[in-house]
């Protein structure tokens, strides 16, 4: 059974970082693709308004965070696609140091 994780981040305010963001997303590097999916991350999909950002990942049971983090932390590449991204993402107010994407309260869902 799959799992549905939500997070959220916002981009600086800044109308051409925002569009090179885009950019970037819309040819993510295939070492980063094969990165998140190695990780257990079935689909993934950002959404963008204004400057705020929402992300839906659907995981598969191997899936975890802490996994996900040190396997990040050794690959050379995803720390420089994470670097370079960090030129686009500003913190949200309640982050801690060095936190990026943050997990999203679900307050509803529609029951059949």
């Given amino acids: 059974m799959n799992r549905r994780f939500c997070l959220t981040l916002d981009l600086k305010d800044d109308p051409k970082l925002i569009e090179e963001y885009k950019r970037y997303h819309q040819e993510v590097w295939p070492e980063i693709v ?3 999916k190695e990780s257990g991350i079935e689909d993934m999909e950002i959404y963008l308004r204004g ?4 992300m839906i990942m659907e995981v598969n049971q191997h899936f975890s965070f802490e996994a996900k983090a040190i396997a990040d932390q050794s690959n050379p590449k995803v720390q420089e696609w994470e670097n370079l991204m960090w ?3 500003k913190p949200l107010a309640d982050a801690k140091p060095g936190e990026k994407w943050l997990l999203m309260e679900r307050v509803f869902k529609l029951e059949s």
């Fill in 87 to 89: 030129r686009f993402q």
């Fill in 34 to 36: 094969q990165s998140i």
């Fill in 51 to 54: 400057t705020r950002m929402f």
